[in-house]
């Protein structure tokens, strides 16, 4: 049944995200769901709510929600509710949804679990290295945001209100989270993975900021 369950929901967040942005589609729920599936081989949490979670973390982003942080959970919900799910593990679910993502450093996290842990790693992941590289660089795009502007410095201390409405250029992204998130990875094995990923990133800035001010 749980198999039936898993097959189910990829149909319904394939179709749920057919037309979204590219750094938020079936593909990085794909990279995502992969990651967590590897890391839960080592990790050892409870399979079938890392998969639903890593599947469903992403069905209704607030970002592009006008910032509604219910809608994700709710839709979640709905659907899994229709497949008769038990309650306890679709709370879990909502809450590994309400609670994945980064919103700016100060944020503290309401919720903990090792699928939890889990999930937010292997999202964390897909947000390092060149895969990051390119969705940084694609939602930037997407928003029409500046590639980089000297004059606009990072801002380390946003509140969560200033993450989510930031329009800074894409490059300030690096270092408002993308750099930061080798050092908050939860599990051992997400740690492993992070540091080759963070090191790529740092080699990137640097051949940018090189060709930027056109040395040979």
Known sequence: MQKIIIQKTIDFVKESLAAAEGGHDWWHIYRVWNLAKAINKIEHANGFIVELGALLHDIADSKFYDGDEEIGPKTAREFLNKLSVDKETIKHVENIIANISFKGGKHKQQFRSKELDIVQDADRLDALGAIGIARTFNYGGHKGREIYNPDIKANLNMTKEEYKHSSAPSL???YEKLLLLKDMMNTKTAKAMAKH????????????YSEWSGKV
């Open 172 to 174: 300030n992204h690096f």
């Open 197 to 208: 990923r963070h090191s790529f990133m740092e080699e990137f800035l640097d051949e940018f």
